[in-house]
């Protein structure tokens, strides 16, 4: 079996899907449609098996996303991507780390199916845009008008500035210290004066259901919630490529995961929906 193809490259097949789909749970009921496809194919015909299971994964994810994108209307609050813990080995491809960071696959929520599927493809794994043309059923030149459109639209939404791991996992720990101590001056100092808190908690726990902007009114939230529990546990853990957050409140679980300019927070990504948080024991291979 390990001479399979699809086993050989199930960490890309994977990424591939998660990145397109922002779920772990719909990624990987899109690898067993796609192998179930592939067990159908004459393999000893396909020229190419890396290129062919890309393109089939990428048709299958694109079908799930047209469906989730209905479905995630009537989401209640915040949709956010659901965290996976990853290796620090990632972190050393910039690229891909960047590419599966929670604050990018947001961004990449504000695109359409295809779009998504385009700039993943290309921005992310280098995929020809003829190979692209055939995985989404449309001309290359269309697919290089949608490239350029795709990333223009991203650029516009991502992050403005790239730090460090080093400056990353300082400023989380100065995060999770803050949190745990529950001052607000502490937590002040750490977030930037215009920091915007994002929570999902899918209406089954407490998160605020729209995003709360202003440094005072986020340290507010988070020193209050600090008093509210018994216990209040953080652990630094690697999750999507990054330093972050794992924090218990009375052994609930959430991922925070932090977008950081400037030595401070400008962005916090609250993910408490206990059915996103099914992948934070285990690393997930990554890879592209």
Do not use: C
């Not at 469906?67 to 813990?85: A, C, F, I, N």
């Not at 004066?193 to 988070?222: K, Q």
């Amino acid at each position: 079996m390990t001479d399979d193809p699809f086993i050989a490259h199930r960490g890309l097949l994977f990424t591939v899907a998660y990145e397109m789909l922002g779920s772990a749970a719909d990624a990987e009921d899109v690898l067993q449609e796609s192998w179930l496809r592939w067990a159908d194919v004459d393999h000893t015909q396909v020229r190419d098996p890396r290129g062919y299971l890309v393109r089939t994964v990428t048709r299958q994810a694109l079908n799930r996303l047209r469906t989730l994108s209905r479905s995630r209307e009537d989401y209640v609050g915040e949709w956010l991507p659901e965290p996976l813990l990853t290796s620090p080995d990632v972190a050393e491809d910039v690229e891909l780390a960047e590419s599966v960071s929670i604050a990018m696959l947001t961004v990449l929520e504000t695109l359409g199916p295809t779009e998504r599927a385009v700039f993943v493809l290309r921005e992310v794994f280098d995929v020809p845009y003829g190979e692209i043309a055939e995985a989404i059923g449309k001309s290359a030149a269309t697919v290089r008008q949608i490239a350029r459109r795709a990333r223009e639209h991203v650029a516009a939404r991502r992050p403005r500035i790239q730090v460090s791991r080093t400056e990353q996992q300082t400023v989380v720990e100065r995060f999770l210290l803050a949190l745990r101590t529950g001052t607000l001056q502490e937590l002040l100092d750490v977030m930037a004066p215009d920091v915007v808190m994002v929570a999902d908690g899918g209406g089954l726990v407490a998160a605020a259901l729209t995003p709360v902007h202003g440094a005072r009114t986020v340290a507010g939230i988070l020193a209050r919630a600090n008093r509210v529990v018994t216990a209040l546990r953080t652990t630094t853990v690697w999750l999507n490529g990054a330093p972050a957050g794992r924090v218990e409140f009375d052994g609930e679980p959430a991922a925070v995961s932090l977008e950081v300019e400037n030595g401070r927070v400008t962005r916090i990504y609250v993910v408490r929906n206990p059915h996103k948080l099914t992948h934070l024991d285990e690393p997930v291979d990554i890879a592209r």
